[in-house]
């Protein structure tokens, strides 16, 4: 008789393994240095054999109706199944776009096309100052809004000790949690947090692209608090070094995790920082510390709010372009119309895309969901229910069909 701990010992040394052939795989390891494959790399064909075995044998488990053990094997078996898509997907076997999101992070997300977004983008053609293209308009009426590189530290310095100051108010995290910040160039991204266990964190900011105050909070809190530093120190505790669960030591960017870990850390931004305390914080601390002009933060804050409901453009062009429906071109024309980034930025989101694929859907609908499971189980009015319920949900992590389900 096979144990859970033995399918989660498996399933962390199969996800080693696989990391071997993808440099951006395991995201995250802090179990035991020994468990770390010792010999050459794996041939896929046999590593996807002992990701098939691990899954049969994860089947076979029995069922439970309730409980931890149920709660465990639920959540091991939709990551052994997204381990074996990944490994197909290294031996060049692509899913389409929507069995992909399912595969790998265990959701089929809604569909949005253009005309839902014509009429978001009519919105803001009213409120974005000025006349003519919109791309452009827009483009020139945020260059006002960049935090200038210099002043950057500061203003994201004063941003992450709020966010966490706002964090531990709510959320017990071990006391010698820690985190640097670091510049970097060249990525895909805008920003990542690496955590190395221990409760720490490197934040690594991308300065490719001009970062806008308004990414300011917003990457404060979703790289740092309540976001993927206080997620990975939360499972750390409470599931690896408390429980033993194993299965928790390694994070597997492309797997179900994902959509929590994407979805928790955007949908925590407004838990740590409901609107009118936000603006408050952007007029009073933010603005000046950046140099700009505070009275400047309402119509810009206006256009955000509408902007934000653009996020869903890039699971459309994905699909779309994954699915080999459109060419780069026409990929680069679509982000630019519908969701607004120029050239330059449309073909930094292309690149992303490329790389990690329906990952994409993590972000918005990661975010919907977990708002939506914690709305169906709390009054999220009342902020130490919401934080209360946010805390237990990185604590305890669902996929999103456990999320559905519940
Ligand atoms: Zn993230």
């Known amino acids: 008789m096979k144990t859970i701990d033995q399918i989660a010992e498996r399933y962390v040394k199969l996800s080693l393994k696989i990391g071997q052939h993808s440099e951006h795989y395991v995201d995250a390891y802090y179990g035991p240095q020994h468990w770390r494959p010792q010999a050459e790399t794996t041939a896929l064909p046999q590593l996807k054999n002992e990701a098939l075995m691990l899954l049969a044998n994860a089947r076979q488990f029995g069922t439970f109706s309730c409980g931890e053990k149920h709660h465990r094997m639920t959540f091991l078996r939709a990551h052994i199944k997204a381990s074996v898509t990944y490994i197909n997907q290294l031996q060049g076997n692509y899913l389409d776009f929507n069995s992909e999101c399912k595969a790998l992070y265990d959701v089929q997300p809604p569909k949005f096309d253009e005309s839902h977004f014509d009429e978001v983008l009519a919105t803001l053609d009213e409120l974005v100052p000025g006349t003519g293209d ?203 119309k519908y969701a607004l980034s120029t050239e330059q930025r ?36 009342n902020p130490a229910e919401l934080w209360r319920g946010f805390s237990e949900l990185l604590s305890r992590p669902r996929t999103g069909s456990m999320m559905q389900a519940a």
């Open 134 to 336: 919109l791309n452009q308009r827009l483009d020139t009426y945020r260059q006002e809004f960049k935090v200038s590189k210099d002043k950057l530290d500061t203003v994201f310095g004063a941003a992450i000790n709020e966010a966490r100051a706002r964090t531990l108010a709510f959320i017990d995290i071990p006391e010698d949690e820690n985190f640097n910040v670091e510049l970097v160039n060249n990525q895909v991204w805008s920003a990542y947090n690496w955590y190395k266990g221990n409760s720490y964190s490197l934040i690594q900011l991308n300065t490719d692209h001009p970062i806008f105050i308004d990414r300011v909070i917003d990457l404060a809190a979703h790289e740092g608090y309540p976001g993927h530093h206080v997620f990975n120190a939360l499972i750390e505790k409470h599931l690896v070094n408390d429980k033993g669960w194993m299965e928790y030591a390694v994070y597997n960017l492309f797997s179900p995790l994902s959509l929590l870990a994407e979805g928790s850390a955007n949908y925590g931004i407004e838990v740590a920082f409901p609107w009118h305390e936000r603006m408050e914080f952007e007029r009073e601390t933010l603005f000046p510390l950046a140099g700009i002009p505070s009275h400047k933060a309402e119509l810009y804050y206006q256009i955000q709010l509408v902007l934000h409901q653009l996020s869903y453009v890039d699971n459309m062009v994905a699909q779309r372009y994954l699915d080999g429906e459109i060419d780069k071109t026409q990929a680069v024309v679509l982000l630019m």
């Open 346 to 381: 449309s073909h930094q989101r292309l690149r992303f895309i490329e790389q990690n694929r329906a990952y994409v859907i993590t972000y918005n609908y990661g975010q919907d969901l977990v708002k939506e499971f914690l709305s169906s189980k709390i009054d999220n009015k």
